[in-house]
Every structure is written in C-alpha cells, then in structure tokens.
Nanobody, 115 residues
Framework: QVRLVESGGDLVQAGGSLRLSCAAS????????MGWYRQAPAKQRELVAA???????NYADSVNGRFTISRDNAKNTVYLQMNSLKPEDTAVYYC?????????WGQGTQVTVSS
C-alpha cells in the first residue's frame, strides 16, 4: 500500500554527478528507515545508503565519501546525491522504505556510468 517511485537515473560519464529522488505515496502512516539499494547484472542487490527518520546515515564502503543520502520527512521523499561516479556504480538503483517493520520497494531506476 506504500508506493515508491524513483527518478533521476541517467547515462553519465565517469567523474560526473547524478541526483536520485524517491517519493513515497499511498498509505503513509509512519515510515521509519529509508534507503537506496542497487543491483548490477549477475550480482545480488546491495545496500548503498540508508537513513533513519531521525537522520542517522550509513553508507557502503564503496560509496562512502562520494554519495550523500538525505530525506524530507514532510514530503516523504529520500534523495541520493552521487558524485565522482565510477563505471562500477552502474546498476539499477532501488528505493526502500520501512513502515511498521515491513519493507516496500520501488521499481528501480537505471544508472549507467561510462568510462
């Protein structure tokens, strides 16, 4: 009943920047943690960054220092600012939101970084 829609994925050159957005709609009662995951071909989905309702953040080692996650609770939206992009960042990026212990997922947005 929680719908998540990602946007902002694109084709960029290595070293470039991209900003992803994820807006939650539907039955929004109390979203706690939100995060971004990514999945490259033939690889498992991995956590990129997460943020609690209170603003605490966690990052994967591979993106720490380059990516920044933020959220606007009033808009039920989470963002991912991606800088210094590398070809290995190429993947489908998925938004995740947890409400009352249940995870909800977006459809994903493609990020492609060319060398």
């Amino acid at each position: 009943q929680v719908r998540l829609v990602e946007s902002g994925g694109d084709l960029v050159q290595a070293g470039g920047s991209l900003r992803l957005s994820c807006a939650a709609s539907g039955t929004i009662l109390s979203i706690n943690d939100m995060g971004w995951y990514r999945q490259a071909p033939a690889k498992q989905r991995e956590l990129v960054a997460a943020i609690t309702k209170g603003g605490n953040t966690n990052y994967a080692d591979s993106v720490n220092g380059r990516f920044t996650i933020s959220r606007d609770n009033a808009k039920n939206t989470v963002y991912l600012q991606m800088n210094s992009l590398k070809p290995e960042d190429t993947a489908v990026y998925y938004c995740n939101a947890r409400q009352w212990g249940r995870d909800h997922w977006g459809q994903g947005t493609q990020v492609t970084v060319s060398s």
